[in-house]
Nanobody, 121 residues
Framework: VQLQASGGGLVQAGGSLRLSCAASGGTFADYGMGWFRQAPGKEREFVAG????????YYEDSVEGRFTISRDNTKNMVYLQMNSLKPEDTAVYYCAAGSNVVRDQTKWTYWGQGTQVTVSS
């Protein structure tokens, strides 16, 4: 499975961005999908995840209520809608695919290349 993330950019605090991740080369609906992020000098961390059948979503505490993960299995796409952005959300955001939606990044099988999100204060 190949993953291509897009949609990052520079936004002011309080603004919104929508990240997209296009999947190809596999059966998209077989996989749970997730978003991770890595800020400068920090480890990569789980942000949000969604089960293969869309009925379960998970969020990191600091983004709960501000970010929404969704997927469209007919288009092989997963999205991360990010609202009320804060400077601390600045990071490279990665999409990932795996058999299960878990916070442990070592359990995810496929990774996209990352897209930069910068939130100015």
């Amino acid at each position: 499975v190949q993953l291509q993330a897009s949609g990052g950019g520079l936004v002011q605090a309080g603004g919104s961005l929508r990240l997209s991740c296009a999947a190809s080369g596999g059966t998209f609906a077989d996989y749970g999908m997730g978003w991770f992020r890595q800020a400068p000098g920090k480890e990569r961390e789980f942000v949000a995840g969604i089960s293969w059948n869309v009925d379960i979503t998970y969020y990191e505490d600091s983004v709960e209520g501000r970010f929404t993960i969704s997927r469209d299995n007919t288009k092989n796409m997963v999205y991360l809608q990010m609202n009320s952005l804060k400077p601390e959300d600045t990071a490279v955001y990665y999409c990932a695919a795996g058999s299960n939606v878990v916070r442990d990044q070592t359990k995810w099988t496929y990774w996209g290349q990352g897209t930069q999100v910068t939130v100015s204060s």
